[in-house]
């Protein structure tokens, strides 16, 4: 399956109890009526995300679906133009980064009920095209990370060749997802030499600082 990625910040209407109720009321159910979807995950950012300014983003939509032949059969339709209209109400458009991806499992562990999710904005480096950088990521770096004790599950949501073609530059060229117990775990995780070694080889691949987010996952669809 592919998978179609969308982060974002809420409407600056919107406080975060009043986004929490919307996306989750208003928007989910269109969500889920859209023709050929398999699964959506919502990833909602923690409240003590914001204690020391505003996070990366407050929400990471995952929409998976079969194949690109589904996403194509997708426009068009009604429910994707309903999507699209609320989606007025609830994000910031010009904050709003879109992606289609494939995921690779790295790290395939459980994923814990109650847990937090480790969302990682990455960005390859500018001079590194992008075959040897998904290369890399997977063959190289992908072990480090999933040799951090604490880390449950690891998943990297790799942008898809196609997005590359024709010149074209995706907003993103993945997410590094990662499962914990809970944020102390986390904490514990950045003190092991495990992690230090992982953070050490991020220079030779992506663009740094890396923005990422601690969420909560909702599974709406799957």
Excluded at 9 to 24: G, I, M, N, Q, T
Excluded at 43 to 60: K, L, M, V
Excluded at 84 to 106: A, K
Excluded at 181 to 200: F, G, K, N
Aim: glycine share 6%; proline share 7%; net charge negative.
């Amino acid at each position: 399956m592919i998978k179609l990625v969308t982060v974002f910040k809420r409407h600056s209407d919107l406080d975060l109890d009043a986004f929490e109720r919307y996306w989750v009321d208003r928007h989910a159910p269109l969500v889920a009526r859209l023709p050929g979807l398999r699964r959506y995950v919502q990833s909602q950012t923690i409240a003590g995300g914001y204690r020391r300014g505003e996070p990366a983003i407050d929400g990471c939509e995952e929409l998976w679906f079969d194949d690109r032949e589904a996403l194509r059969t997708l426009q068009g339709t009604p429910e994707l133009a309903a999507v699209q209209e609320n989606e007025t109400r609830l994000m910031q458009p010009s904050t709003r980064r879109e992606i289609v991806t494939e995921d690779v499992v790295i790290k395939d562990g459980p994923i814990p009920a109650g847990g937090v999710k480790n969302i990682e904005l990455v960005l390859r480096l500018p001079e590194m095209a992008p075959e040897p950088f998904h290369r890399y990521w997977i063959e190289h770096h992908g072990p480090l990370g999933a040799s951090i004790p604490q880390v449950l599950r690891y998943v990297q949501s790799h942008t898809l060749c196609e997005e590359y073609q024709e010149g074209r530059v995706p907003s993103l060229d993945g997410l590094a997802l990662t499962w914990f117990v809970d944020t102390q775990a986390m904490r514990a995780a950045a003190l092991t030499p495990q992690y230090a070694e992982t953070r050490e080889d991020e220079v030779n691949f992506v663009t740094e600082p890396l923005d990422f987010v601690i969420t909560r996952e909702r599974v709406l669809v799957g």
